[in-house]
């Protein structure tokens, strides 16, 4: 088995995890993912990481790994590594944190940049990041399935008190948004009536999904990832398919907010979403607002620079919606990743580990706009609007605490490692421009 058909395995398995799920005890065909790859071994590193360090070794021993990266990508990627060590000794070290918290904050940080290396060692094509696009779908269809499914058979009918404030995971949020992006590149771009039906269908199903799930980030992830798309998408007729579109449902947009702004009901789920973090705060909000209050407290308590070090809980301001009893790390883990970030390893340690964000962000727009093949240009739209979905699960759901947030970022790393300089979106090193080339042959030839 080849190392790219095993990380296409893995992260499958990964994205489908049944143990987190709160209908993991209804039915969870995937269940034993979490003992086989997600448990933490004797020396404390989970099975999953073995797997994607096998699969980096063996990539980069091929001939296929062995093609040039992006340096300044590179770099940033390894600079974010450093910088969580360095943070990590500085809180845990000097600082006396507690051990246990501060492996428990950068484990999975850590195995992000770790699946990113692989990914782009083992993924050298456009068609190899296809093929991982579909495993993300199928993975996709898989929970949107089972929240459905779930839903019908046994939460449908039960009293509202009783009811799961949601069905599967947060996380969730990213990998259907991703999808429903996809999906929708899919669309624009043409098709049979055959297809185009097809692919109505899987939207449909994942939309279900998230309007059951009843994560309202989902929603705000979904349109920004929507309009960064349009964006970046070079001229042609997929963006005046979008713009035509538009301009059609401009009216019944228009006529839905003015008939569901502040009304209940699940047809008006994605207006409450946008509701809720804009002018009317419900409990969730004020909850997040009294986190995001702490954690500013933290970075005024501490040093600006260097924050507190990992190992250190961020500053409680108000016990009023503490969650103690359910997550005892809590104050380790914030709904605010990036808050948390930044008051837990200061100015020093955001800048070094966010600055492979804007990087990636770049190259990968780069990508959109100058890749070589239509493919190549839709990965790299992909890959930006995963990151800004990303950020958002980041900054407002515990983003950088869950798995797919963090390895769906790191596949949008890998592909701003590797596959600009594949598509022709930038040159090699050393390769002249073109009008130097030119002026250098004009010299020649006088």
């Known amino acids: 088995m080849t190392p790219r058909r095993l990380l296409l395995i893995a992260t ?18 995937f269940a034993w993912v979490q003992t086989v790859l997600f448990e933490a071994l004797p020396y404390k590193i989970r099975g999953f990481d073995h797997v994607t360090a096998i699969c980096l070794y063996l990539a980069s021993k091929s001939s296929d790994g062995k093609g040039p990266r992006v340096q300044p990508m590179r770099k940033a990627m390894l600079l974010a590594f450093y910088t969580l060590l360095g943070t990590f000794a500085y809180g845990v070290v000097v600082r006396g944190g507690d051990f246990r ?6 484990y999975l940080i850590l195995s ?16 190899h990041f296809a093929q991982l696009a579909r495993v993300i779908l199928w993975a996709a269809g898989y929970r949107a399935a089972m929240c459905v499914l779930y839903w019908f058979f046994n939460v449908n009918g039960v009293d509202l008190k009783s009811k799961p404030e949601f069905l599967t995971t947060h996380d969730d949020t990213v990998l259907w948004v991703v999808s429903v992006l996809v999906l929708f590149l899919a669309f624009i771009q043409g ?11 899987i939207t449909a199903l994942i939309f279900l999904g998230i309007v059951f799930n009843q994560r309202r980030l989902a929603w705000v992830s979904l349109a920004m990832g929507v309009m960064m798309m349009i964006a970046l998408m070079p001229p042609g007729k997929p963006k005046k398919r979008i713009i035509r579109g538009a301009f059609v449902l401009a009216p019944v947009l228009a006529i839905y907010v003015a008939v569901g702004w502040g009304r209940e ?14 002018t ?10 009294a986190e995001n209050l702490g954690l500013i407290a933290t970075s005024n308590y501490s040093s600006m620079l260097m924050g507190t070090g990992w190992g250190h809980p961020y500053v409680e301001v108000t016990n009023k919606f503490t969650i103690a009893n359910a ?5 380790y883990v914030p709904h605010n990743s990036i808050l948390g970030l930044l008051a837990f390893s200061g100015v020093v340690g955001f800048a070094g580990y966010w600055l492979m964000f804007p990087t990636a962000m770049f190259y990968n727009g780069r990508l959109a706009r100058r890749g070589n093949t239509r493919l190549a240009r839709n990965v790299g739209l992909i890959g930006a609007a995963q990151l800004v979905i990303c950020a958002n699960q980041y900054y407002g759901d515990m983003g950088l605490a869950f798995v797919k947030p963090v390895y769906m970022a790191a596949i949008s790393y890998a592909i701003a490692l590797r596959l600009p300089l594949f598509a022709g979106a930038v040159l090699p090193r050393g390769t002249p421009r073109p009008a130097s080339a030119e002026r250098a042959s004009q010299a020649k030839a006088a």
């Open 191 to 201: 098709g049979s009536i055959g297809k185009r039906l097809k692919l109505l269908a």
């Open 327 to 331: 997550f005892p790390l809590w104050q």
């Open 101 to 106: 918290a501060a492996s428990w904050q950068i």
């Open 112 to 127: 992000g940049l770790l699946y990113a290396f692989a990914v782009a060692a083992a993924f050298k094509t456009p068609e």
């Open 12 to 29: 499958f398995l990964a994205f489908v995890n049944d143990s987190g799920a709160t209908y993991k005890d209804w039915f969870a065909p």
């Open 280 to 289: 009317h705060e419900d409990a969730s909000t004020k909850a997040r607002n």
């Open 265 to 278: 009901g699940r047809i008006f789920a994605p207006l409450k979403s946008f509701q809720t973090v804009t």
